[in-house]
């Protein structure tokens, strides 16, 4: 399983910088897949319903009210047209895209197991919402759908009677089968909302809507394309004769060619089988999980910014319980707690200012302490010389600097970079420890802990609590986005800060001074 995840990881990224180079790392689609996945979701939802409007659910007067649609008012429901068919293939493509990268990127095992497991059923119900969805046109593709579908039902031991033979011929059509069709599709999708919501429930400040550059440009390109080939009809159904097929829609319709070969009850237990391993995913192999955060109530003053930055809902606000006089404390439910220690990086009490026989601040993961990430920074930059002494701080996500290739270069690695509170560059600048850092993070908008990049560029920006003091010298920090795959780049990146560092050493020889010292 590692090595599978390992190839499509290294897939991924090959593809991903390459469409860097096009959109730039925040509007890539590929680190917004999930939030294309609710845009594709209200376009499809905005276009139905317009659709709906002048749709004529009898089962002869469906094919003409559509063809109305797409014909008469082609500048208008034509385009609404397009749009549902389109968004709707569009929705497959990136849900299935964004299934692949969680997987090889692990973020579904451990307390992460929540999304994956809710995410599984919404292809079930994004598949039946289309295949209904073409039913419901009443054309020869349609008609084929309907034959083949009810055959493949009937392969189930759980109808009395054969429901194929509702479409033997026009004589033996009821519309029974056409009214349902029209309920599914409206009921699933309503569904289908909830479920989605579910899906992110487990996750703070969840990305559902992707930037609106990235947003406006996908639905221009939609329209332009829904104008250029409008989706369109087949001939009408008729049940008296074969259906032939064209104009096939593989997102949704892949697997129906497969029952010309496969038996309908084998296929039936591949899909059940293939379903029960999804939804297994996360506990194969299972994860030993490390231990969650922990709250020091003597530390806590109930300021709520752990609360706030968690990503994974972990942690709230309770009453208090030590009797202080404080409005509330923090409270980590352990089964939500991925060990980020990105609230320990929240939290105001976590200073390396402070003694450190003192060092426990409010809330910190008990095998990654404030107090001992303090001493990996002393020990890891003790034996430094030269002008150009570089402190890297990395995620453990991304991929390291290696200190034993990089001489008077110390490296500490922590779980997330949002663990980092900002007080401790300030303390590594102005108690002269290095002459610089460099902040290793994740890739621009692909936080493996989610948020964790975010808060830790809003932290230096000023942006977000606790911030990064203004006396300390920004050109002395080097903040470096790369994640993994990326080495060549990140070496150029630190050489060249290392070039810097020497040229503002030989200004403050010169009578510079140590800007913002
Ligand atoms: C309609 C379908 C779906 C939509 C709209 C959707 C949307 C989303 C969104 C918005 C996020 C949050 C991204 C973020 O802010 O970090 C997310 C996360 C995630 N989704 Fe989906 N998703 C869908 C289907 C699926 C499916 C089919 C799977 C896999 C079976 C899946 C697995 C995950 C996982 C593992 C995460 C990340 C959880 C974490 O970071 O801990 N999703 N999804
Ligand atoms: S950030 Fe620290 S002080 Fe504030 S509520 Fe959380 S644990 Fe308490
Ligand atoms: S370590 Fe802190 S921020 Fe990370 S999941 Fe646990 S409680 Fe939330």
Redesign the pocket.
């Known amino acids: 399983m590692g090595s599978l995840k390992r190839a499509l990881r290294f897939l991924f990224q090959r593809v991903e910088y390459s469409f860097d180079a096009f959109f730039g790392p925040a509007l890539n689609p590929f680190v917004n897949l999930?939030?294309l996945?609710?845009f594709f979701?209200w376009i499809v939802a905005a276009s139905g319903v317009y659709l709906y409007i002048f749709f004529d659910t009898g089962m002869v007067q469906a094919y003409d009210s559509i063809e109305q649609i797409t014909n008469v008012q082609w500048y208008a429901g034509g385009v609404m047209r397009s749009l549902h068919r389109y968004a709707s293939d569009a929705l497959v493509v990136v849900?299935i895209l964004?299934?692949v990268r969680?997987f090889s990127l692990d973020?579904?095992r451990g307390k992460?197991w929540f999304?994956?497991f809710t995410?599984?059923p919404?292809?079930w119900f994004?598949y039946a919402c289309g295949i209904s969805g073409y039913w419901m046109v009443w054309d020869m593709l349609a008609q084929y759908i309907a034959i083949v579908t009810t055959e493949w039902l009937d392969t189930l031991p759980l109808f009395g009677e054969s429901i194929a033979s509702n479409f033997l011929n026009n004589a033996s059509i009821t519309g029974r089968f056409f009214t349902l069709m029209v309920f599914i599709h409206i009921a699933i999708p309503l569904f289908?909302l909830f479920l989605?919501w579910l899906?992110?429930q487990r996750?703070d400040n969840?990305?559902?809507n992707p930037p609106r550059a990235l947003a406006a440009g996908t639905l221009i390109s939609m329209i332009v394309m829904s104008l250029i080939f409008p989706a369109v009809s087949q001939p009408p159904a008729n049940l008296d004769v074969v259906p032939a097929v064209v104009n096939f829609d593989w997102f949704y319709l892949a697997i129906y060619p497969l029952l010309d070969v496969v038996p309908g009850g084998q296929l039936w237990l591949a899909m059940g089988a293939g379903t029960l391993l999804?939804i297994l995913m996360p506990w194969l192999p299972p994860q030993r999980n490390k231990p969650p955060a922990v709250v020091n109530l003597d530390n806590c003053n109930g300021c709520r910014r752990c609360v706030d930055d968690c990503p994974y809902s972990a942690i709230t606000m309770g009453a208090r319980t030590d009797g202080a006089l404080f409005d509330g404390q923090a409270v980590v439910n352990a089964s939500n707690c991925v060990a980020c220690g990105i609230c320990a990086g929240a939290c105001p009490t976590a200073t390396p200012f402070r003694r450190a026989t003192d060092l426990v601040p409010g809330i910190e993961l008990p095998n990654f302490s404030i107090a001992s990430l303090k001493e990996k920074i002393l020990e890891s930059t003790a034996q430094l010389q030269g002008a150009d002494r570089v402190l890297v701080i990395g995620c453990e996500n991304a991929r390291q600097v290696s200190s034993s290739a990089e001489p008077d270069v110390g490296v500490v690695t922590v779980p997330c970079i949002g663990m980092l509170p900002p007080s401790f560059i300030d303390f590594v600048l102005s108690r002269n420890v290095a002459d610089g850092v460099f902040i290793n993070g994740c890739r621009e908008g692909d936080c493996f802990n989610?948020l964790g990049a975010q808060w830790m560029r809003q932290r230096l920006a000023g942006q977000r609590d606790p911030y990064l003091r203004r006396r300390v010298p920004r050109e002395r920090i080097h903040l470096c986005w790369l994640g993994n795959g990326r080495k060549k780049r990140r070496s150029r990146e630190l050489a060249a800060f290392r070039v810097l560092l020497r040229d503002l050493a030989v200004s403050n020889d010169n009578g510079g001074g140590k800007a913002g010292g």
């Open positions: 999930g939030s996945g609710w979701y849900i964004h299934l969680e973020r579904l992460r999304a994956w995410g599984v919404l292809l994004i289908m989605m899906h992110i996750l969840a990305r559902v999804l989610r």
